[in-house]
């Protein structure tokens, strides 16, 4: 194992040093969330986790196990049955939107919002959207309770983790990619409202967050962030969906 590791890192060296870089193979995430370990093994430490869409580029293998480097280019070891093409995150995204018609899952009710609070919430989040976004309350993954909903046929969808009235992120993943300009444009309104509930004081209008899917849609690895007192919001394009996805998590 150690042996392997190290021809790994040997040669990516070799082709830093040689300028160019390896003609890496890539994969994508498929389930919502997938722990990332330092090692091919669940008995290895966790490193960090990567999320539904996100595209890997695989290294190396050992067994089911998958040496890849991350988005932000950090290493790490995932099993390689979470991990398939755009036609496999798309599906597994369709069956989790799907499972409000089984048993396990239930309608959320809306719940007023208190101006004063401060909090990350639902409601406060989805509160000022074009229009509704029906929401139900999925399983508990990892131990971490999980809302879901979507609207304009898919083209909207929202994951929420954590306590409802404080959560511990927020997601709205909006399509950006062969859509016509008007659907574009509807998009881009549910993006900017949900940003703005997020960050009150943001002063910026649909035009600019058109411009904005555009410029993180354009480029293979595009990304962004904004960062205000108490919040951050992060922008990701997912080339498996072609969406982009805002991510709103606390930092304090």
Aim: overall charge positive.
């Amino acid at each position: 194992m150690r042996r392997r590791i190290d021809r790994i890192l040997v040669v990516t060296l070799l082709f830093a040093i040689a300028g160019c870089a390896p003609d890496y193979e890539t994969t994508y995430v498929v389930p919502p969330v997938l722990n990332v370990r330092k090692g091919p093994s669940v008995k290895d430490p966790i490193l960090t986790q990567v999320r539904r869409g996100q595209e890997l580029r695989i290294v190396a293998s050992e067994g089911k196990w998958l040496s890849v480097l991350l988005p932000d280019d950090a290493p790490g070891w995932v099993h390689g049955d979470y991990l398939g093409s755009p036609p496999d995150v798309r599906a597994s995204l369709n069956r989790d939107l799907q499972k409000k018609q089984g048993t396990t899952v239930r309608r959320r009710t809306p719940r007023p919002v208190r101006k004063t609070s401060k909090t990350l919430s639902i409601d406060g989040l989805l509160t000022g959207l074009p229009e509704e976004v029906p929401t139900e309350i999925l399983p508990p993954l990892e131990g971490v309770d999980r809302v879901i909903g979507a609207t304009r046929k898919g083209q909207v969808v929202v994951e929420f983790w954590g306590d409802e009235d404080k959560l511990d992120r927020a997601m709205m993943m909006v399509s950006v990619l062969n859509l016509s300009e008007d659907d574009l444009n509807v998009n881009a309104q549910f993006a900017l409202d949900f940003v703005k509930s997020a960050l009150p004081g943001l002063k910026r209008d649909r035009e600019w967050m058109v411009r904005r899917l555009k410029e993180i849609s354009s480029r293979d690895e595009g990304s962004g962030e904004l960062q205000a007192k108490g919040r951050v919001v992060s922008f990701e394009f997912l080339k498996a969906l072609g969406a982009v996805r805002v991510t709103v998590e606390p930092t304090t």
